[in-house]
């Protein structure tokens, strides 16, 4: 079948260069129903079908472009009304002539001198239009008729915003923060984060890795700045503003009060719902507590952030494990609405190294490590420890037996540093704290006398061919055993959840890799008021799209709830369309002279550090905050799709 | 220092410069709006654009920092015709009656159409019903078709003033600032450094423009900080306050509520201008000399009937700090008491 299929995506258009079939990464098709005809964006035009008016998109563009245009430059505001209100006459068949040089020439100096992406990046489709589809204009022009109103999709992103599993606007809250505008800098992150404090300390940061300034120089530390100005309404004895909300009548049912379970309540909240959290511990938090150290993440943060989430009608009842407590039959018979399923990933994956079942003293797993020091215990006696694991698990055991008085503190990983997939601050923050590496090092036997673990015998490695991972494959060394002599040995090499508490009988489906089988997009389990989000929807992952999951469960909740069926909106599958084209490009030269160095929170000395649990990194200063929220280049990206 | 060139011309700047310093270091002009020596670079205005080699792109002088052997073109066709273009887009819905517009003169705006031969409205007038809107403060009115957005006022009233009561409403074509009443401080910062004639003063009616009247340099008697204040006098009346245009001071080139707005008593017919004395309830004019004569006699009785300490000083902010020092040395060396308090502020 011969299709119609034009791209100029990527491609200046003033050049006739080599055709990059980039636009063909583009779907075709919107959902089981549409085709997606054309897509306009911030570097061109993709189109499917002949037949759709790029006169009238590119009028829709343009005006969409200028709503979205924030004022504070002149080309953008003003060049963008003109351009559309010139399109706009064309279209009501009004255009002359004139009209089409002056759009070319006005479009080129909007994107040469807008402030920002919006005016940058606005008129680009125009010029591809003006270029690869003269004739429509031409004959808009010389046919003099009105051209009717297609029917489109708009959105706006940026590639920090659509990096993040929870799409925050991190254009808009950064600028709010250079603006000195911190409250309304929080209240634009808690329309996709309810735990601004938590995130800003601990996020894996996926929107630094998609950072365009870092293409010029350094990323901006959006991390540091959302805990700037959750630590700034702490410490200033502020409080958010909550709208007044009309409480609804269901009530939903919440398993585990982590950052999944606090955002779904959260997000129900805002909305009316009232909500019951079924938590285990006597904390908030979940993995988020006692599975991250508090000189990373200091538990008063946590406890008031879930705090704010109680405020919104949440009631978490601690120390009830669901299947031991309360069953899930239990939960449906309180007259829940809905439940979300959102348990943590507490369990410990076996290494397969001899000794670690024997129940020796001096073992222990990784997460119950964590979990006892988390509540205040030295749970394994002895001046050394050895910990297993190249993640951030296994840095925050040995980081906590440092600070546990171990004298000596060894990390054992049986790849080099460069395969592990620990946060590298992580890692040198390990160093300055004198916590010792051996790296190409396999544990294979636990050694024990009269129970007790005495030492590790491990095998030297050496790097083979890369695996599926792409990380190159360790192989280990035949006769190079070792031992190395220590007290504790403690492995913390993954984790996984445990979902015993669901029945078989209840008919929730699993997956085999131990979560919960639910829609990617919506969080329902079959059609059926039960959703699940976190570690126990995607195995153990990240604290931001735990929160994400939870988020957007709560939005489907409600809709379910309300219609009867929940759906994936418009919204959601426009932003799986974008991400599919890519919305950061790693080989952009962006148009700015770089040279401005990302501020680096300071740390406490490593000398004061191990002495005890106090939070190692201290946030940003006023001046810190503002100085590097300026450094932002406001790469807001808009996108319009014809269906 | 480094090594740059700008117009052909190499130059050394500061490792830390931006094009524009860098440039008016070394008496290289290059024209701006929006930007002000008191405030960090906005940005916002585009005029200062100017095309660095290696870049697709003009940038901005004012924002973009130097580098080791960059080289600088500010007056290319691109880049002249990107600031009549901005030009162009500023004069969209400006009124255009200098004639009658208090900052004829000293606007900004007026001098870049005059410098890049900007005659008329040549983009036309786009159709938004604009009106003087409500502002921040009574005391100046805002007229958002002269205002040009270059958000110098927003910036002086959060860096300088760290009053934050000022920001953009709305989007695109229809952006205007907009102010929050219940926290501004009619400090009139965002008066001094506007630009055009977006921002007047409501407080007089002057017969003619303030920046051409006559600027006579003093120190605000307000309080002890010693501000140096400009006031501009015609006729031998006192028609508006501005700062310095150079930092001076302890001021800096900057004023609140009171020294900027608070002049209406220098003329004001219940001044008092010569001593009165009171006398069987009713008070008479008397001269200098009779007045201290009597406060002199009045105190030397009291202290001699019933001690110094049955006397109290009580100086005001509005004296110097040379008076005020004169004045306790008076009690104290003088009278023999150290009775003596001073009001702090007005």
Redesign the interface.
């Known amino acids: 079948m011969n299709r119609f299929f034009f791209s100029s995506w990527g491609r200046d258009p003033d050049k006739t260069g080599p055709w990059e079939e980039k636009g063909l990464l583009f779907p075709a098709r919107f959902d089981d129903d549409r085709e997606i005809r054309a897509f306009m964006g911030w570097q061109g035009i993709i189109c499917r079908d002949p037949s759709v008016n790029m006169v009238d998109m590119c009028r829709e563009y343009i005006k969409r472009a200028?709503?979205?245009?924030?004022?504070?430059?002149?080309?953008c505001?003003?060049?963008?009304?003109?351009l559309g209100?010139i399109l706009e006459r064309i279209c009501q068949g009004r255009g002359t002539g004139a009209d089409l040089p002056a759009l070319k020439s006005?479009a080129r100096?909007i994107?040469?001198?807008?402030?920002c992406d919006i005016g940058?990046t606005a008129p680009i489709p125009l010029l591809h239009a003006l270029r690869h589809f003269r004739d429509q204009f031409e004959k808009a022009v010389r046919e003099a008729a009105p051209i009717p109103r297609g029917t489109y999709l708009f959105k706006v992103t940026a590639p920090c915003t659509s990096a993040c599993p929870s799409h925050l606007d991190i254009p808009g809250y950064v600028e709010a923060v250079a603006?000195?505008?911190y409250e309304a800098a929080l209240k634009i992150i808690r329309q996709d984060c309810c735990l601004p404090g938590v995130v800003g300390r601990v996020c894996v940061r996926p929107c630094e890795a998609n950072c365009r300034r870092g293409l010029a120089d350094e990323p901006i530390a959006v991390k540091t700045l959302k805990r700037f100005v959750a630590d700034y309404e702490l410490d200033h004895g502020k409080r958010p503003l909550f709208p007044e909300i009309a409480r609804k009548k269901q009530r939903i049912a919440i398993v585990g009060a982590g950052p999944a379970g606090l955002a779904c309540a959260y997000y129900l909240g805002l909305r009316g719902y009232p909500t019951t959290i079924y938590e285990a511990l006597s904390e908030p938090g979940g993995m988020a507590a006692v599975g991250i150290p508090d000189y990373r993440l200091p538990r008063h943060i946590l406890r008031h952030e879930a705090h704010l989430v109680e405020r919104l009608g949440c009631e978490i009842r601690y120390g009830i494990q669901v299947g031991k407590d309360i069953s899930m039959d239990q939960i449906l018979e309180t007259g829940a609405a809905a439940i979300f399923l959102a348990s943590g990933a507490h369990q410990a994956l076996r290494m397969r190294c001899q000794g670690e079942d024997a129940g020796y003293e001096g073992f222990m797993t990784g997460v119950v490590f964590l979990r006892e020091a988390a509540f205040g215990r030295r749970p394994l006696s002895g001046e050394k420890m050895v910990v297993i694991g190249g993640g951030n698990v296994a840095i925050d055991c040995v980081r906590t037996a440092v600070r546990l008085g171990f004298a000596e503190a060894v990390l054992v990983y049986r790849r080099t540093e460069a395969e592990m997939p620990a946060d590298p601050e992580e890692i040198r923050d390990a160093k300055d704290e004198k916590v010792a590496f051996h790296f190409l090092t396999q544990p294979i036997k636990i050694l024990a006398k009269k129970g007790k673990v005495t030492g590790l015998e491990c095998l030297r490695m050496v790097l083979g061919e890369p695996d599926a991972s792409g990380r190159r494959r360790p192989v280990p060394v035949e006769g190079s055993n070792f031992v190395i002599q220590t007290d504790a040995v403690v492995p913390a090499i993954g984790q996984a959840c445990d979902l015993s508490y669901i029945p078989p009988e209840s008919g929730i489906p699993l997956t085999r890799w131990k979560t919960v089988a639910a829609d990617p997009v919506t969080f329902q389990v079959d059609g059926r008021p039960i959703f699940a989000g976190g570690d126990c929807f995607y195995g153990p992952l990240t604290l931001i799209a735990a929160i994400a999951s939870g988020k957007n469960a709560a939005r489907f909740m409600a809709k379910y709830l309300e219609k009867g069926k929940c759906l994936p909106e418009e919204r959601d599958v426009m932003e799986g369309l974008i991400q599919k084209i890519g919305v950061y490009d790693p080989q952009e030269?962006p148009?700015?002279?770089g040279?401005?160095a990302r501020i680096h929170p300071k740390t406490l000395d490593p000398e004061m550090r191990t002495a005890s649990f106090d939070e190692v990194e201290r946030g940003f200063c006023a001046a810190e905050a503002l100085q590097e929220a300026?450094r932002c280049l406001r790469c807001s990206r808009l996108a319009l799709a014809a269906l | 220092m480094i090594a740059i060139t700008i117009d052909n011309r190499n130059v050394l700047a500061e490792p830390q410069d931006t094009i524009l310093q860098a440039a008016s270091r070394n008496g290289i002009r290059i024209p701006t709006l929006c930007y002000h020596k008191r405030l960090s670079p906005i940005g916002s205005c585009r005029i200062c654009m100017v095309e660095v080699t290696g870049m697709d792109k003009p940038v901005p002088a004012c924002t973009t920092p130097v580098a080791e052997g960059m080289t600088v073109e500010t007056r290319t066709e691109r880049v002249m015709e990107l600031r009549r273009t901005v030009i162009r887009m500023m004069l969209i819905n400006h009124p255009m009656e200098c004639h009658v517009c208090g900052a004829s003169g000293s606007c900004a705006l007026q001098d870049l159409a005059y410098e890049y031969g900007v005659a008329a409205h040549e983009f036309g007038e786009i159709p938004v019903n604009r009106r003087v809107k409500p502002y921040a403060t009574p005391l100046i009115p805002y007229d958002p078709n002269k205002c040009v957005l270059c958000l110098r006022c927003v910036h002086a009233c959060q860096e300088i003033k760290g009053i934050d009561a000022l920001s953009i409403a709305l989007r695109g074509s229809l952006a205007h600032i907009q102010g929050e009443r219940s926290r501004c401080i009619s400090c009139g910062e965002c008066w001094q450094v506007c630009p055009v004639g977006a921002l007047t003063q409501a407080v007089t009616d002057p017969p003619t423009r303030i920046h051409q009247m006559e600027a006579v340099t003093t120190t605000c008697g307000y309080c002890g900080v010693g501000c140096q204040m400009e006031l501009r006098v015609m006729d031998g009346k006192v028609w508006g306050v501005t700062a310095p245009d150079d930092p001076e001071g302890p001021n800096n080139g900057s004023l609140c509520a009171k020294g900027r707005f608070g002049f209406d008593f220098i003329g004001h017919p219940d001044r008092l201008t010569v001593p009165l004395i009171r006398e069987g309830g009713r008070f008479r004019e008397a001269s200098w000399e009779e007045a201290l004569a009597y406060a002199a006699r009045k105190l030397k009785e009291i202290c001699a009937s019933h001690g110094p300490d049955a006397v109290m000083g009580f100086s005001s902010a509005r004296c110097t700090n040379e008076e005020n020092y004169l004045f306790q040395k008076f009690l104290r060396a003088g009278v023999g008491t150290n009775n003596v308090d001073h009001c702090a502020r007005l």
């Open positions: 200028q709503q979205e245009s924030c004022g504070q430059c002149t080309p505001r003003m060049g963008t009304r003109i209100d006005l100096q994107a040469d001198a807008s402030r940058q603006q000195g505008r030269a148009p700015i002279i040279g401005r300026s």
